[in-house]
Every structure is written in structure tokens, then in C-alpha cells.
């Protein structure tokens, strides 16, 4: 069973020193093991004036399993699932390289990362992979258009958060 003490004090680091742009929150009050992560799109990306939700579920044995991470807004992006799922392939993640050790700020600040620069040759959308690196200009005003339709006004977690009724569908990291 996850350590509850632990999940406390990094929960406690996140909300009172949370990474640039983001704010950290529980899903439910009574349920510490799932997050809701607000990331402003970063300054200087396609993804600025973008407000994204980010889901963070802690497994029962965290801190030896990874934690699942996603986003509950739609994004255009080359490490992210191009769904409703919004599955991340972020290093950090994947079970042969978790460490115990690792804490979920540093996760969150290589989520943050990510928007920052995309990591075109470890894809889960082979397709945008592509076009971010052969026409910057073509995937930047896509991932725009995305922010566009999906990224502006107040965060919407429904479908990620089991606690207001929906069920959550299943993300793993690739």
C-alpha cells in the first residue's frame, strides 16, 4: 500500500511550491491517491494561452510503481495520446526507469517540460512526431488551433475524475 505520509508531504511540496504555471489540487478531499494538476501553456510555445487539466493517479504501491499521468484537455502534441485518453510518453514513467526515489514534482516539471520541447523521436503520435520535425510552422499552428478550440476557459477533468461521477478511463505511460 502506498505511503500515505509520503503522498502527504509531496503533496504538500506541490501545492505550496508547485512547478511555473502550474496549480496542484486533490480531485476529492478524501481521496489523496488522484490529482488535478492547471498548467498554463508555457510562454514562447505554441501552447501559450492554454490552460491544460492534468490528471496524476498514484497506484497502491507508489512510491515503487509509477504514478499515471494524463491530460484531461485535448492537446496537439507528439508525446500525447491525440484522444480523449490524453496518455503521456514521458521517460520518467515508464516502469524500467521509475525510481522509488523519484518525486511527483520533478513529474510534474518534466510534464511542463514537455510542452517546452516535445520529444519527436520517442512519439506516442507518430503523425505529428512527423510533422514537428519536417514543418515546424504546419505543427505549430495546429497545436495553436488546438489550444484554440480545447485549451481556453476554466479546466474540465470529467472523464478523468471518478469522483464526480464519471468513471476514469484507464492511462498508462507508454
Given at each position: 500500500m502506498a505511503s500515505k505520509k509520503r503522498i502527504a508531504k509531496e503533496l504538500s511540496e506541490c501545492t505550496s511550491n508547485p512547478?511555473?504555471?502550474?496549480?496542484v489540487s486533490l480531485a476529492n478531499d478524501s481521496?489523496?491517491?488522484?490529482?488535478?494538476?492547471?498548467?498554463?501553456g508555457p510562454a514562447g510555445t505554441p501552447y501559450a494561452g492554454g490552460t491544460f487539466g492534468i490528471v496524476v493517479t498514484l497506484p497502491a504501491e507508489y512510491p515503487f510503481k509509477p504514478p499515471v499521468v494524463s491530460f484531461a484537455t485535448r492537446i496537439?502534441?507528439?508525446?500525447?495520446?491525440?484522444?480523449?485518453?490524453?496518455?503521456?510518453?514521458?521517460?520518467c514513467l515508464k516502469p524500467e526507469n521509475w525510481k522509488p526515489a523519484s518525486k511527483l514534482l520533478g513529474v510534474l516539471e518534466a510534464v511542463r517540460a514537455l510542452l517546452v520541447e516535445p520529444q519527436p523521436d520517442d512519439p506516442l503520435e507518430n503523425r505529428i512526431a512527423e510533422e514537428y520535425r519536417r514543418d515546424r510552422?504546419?505543427?505549430?499552428?495546429?497545436?495553436?488551433?488546438?489550444?484554440?478550440?480545447?485549451?481556453k476557459g476554466p479546466?474540465?477533468?470529467?472523464?478523468?475524475?471518478?469522483?464526480?461521477?464519471?468513471?476514469?478511463?484507464s492511462a498508462t505511460a507508454v
Open positions: 512547478p511555473a504555471g502550474m496549480t481521496d489523496i491517491y488522484r490529482w488535478h494538476v492547471t498548467l498554463a496537439y502534441h507528439p508525446n500525447v495520446t491525440n484522444d480523449d485518453l490524453g496518455n503521456i510518453c514521458l521517460a510552422t504546419e505543427f505549430d499552428k495546429n497545436a495553436r488551433a488546438y489550444v484554440a478550440r480545447y485549451a479546466v474540465k477533468f470529467q472523464g478523468k475524475d471518478s469522483a464526480a461521477g464519471t468513471s476514469a478511463p
